[in-house]
């Protein structure tokens, strides 16, 4: 069974700093491209970063571009979201995707297993 699962997530301060990890499951992470995606409420999803199969950063949104920083570890089947510098706006539940195909697609449409997310909240 397929599982990912993320963790890191929690209630930080302005300016401060949190890292996300995702943890796969009955696959192997490394042939599997890996995007952050992030839901805040009333909103829609939207890509955060994504990550190649072969290790390459393929998308970073605009709105966090020179904060955030994603990583794979393939010794521990792990991908993680470094954030720092956070800002009320960062609040989302984040989530961690992994798409067979292995590029990196920035479309949430095209990831095939999703873990179930975790909170971020960003206040003082």
């Known amino acids: 069974q397929v599982q990912l699962v993320e963790s890191g997530g929690g209630l930080v301060q302005p300016g401060g700093s949190l890292r996300l990890s995702c943890v796969a499951s009955?696959?192997?992470?490394?042939?599997?491209?890996i995007g952050w995606f992030r839901q805040a409420p009333g909103k829609e999803r939207e890509a955060v970063s994504c990550?190649?199969?072969?290790?390459?950063?393929?998308y970073t949104a605009d709105s966090v571009k020179g904060r955030f920083t994603i990583s794979r570890d393939y010794a521990k089947n792990t991908v993680y979201l470094q954030m720092d510098s956070l800002k009320p706006e960062d609040r989302a539940v984040y989530y961690c995707?992994?798409?067979?195909?292995?590029?990196?697609?920035?479309?949430?449409?095209?990831?095939?297993?999703w873990g179930q997310g975790t909170q971020v909240t960003v206040s003082s």
């Open positions: 995707a992994a798409d067979t195909r292995g590029y990196g697609s920035r479309y949430d449409q095209e990831y095939n297993y």
């Open positions: 009955g696959l192997t992470l490394g042939h599997y491209s």
């Open positions: 990550i190649s199969s072969g290790g390459y950063p393929t």
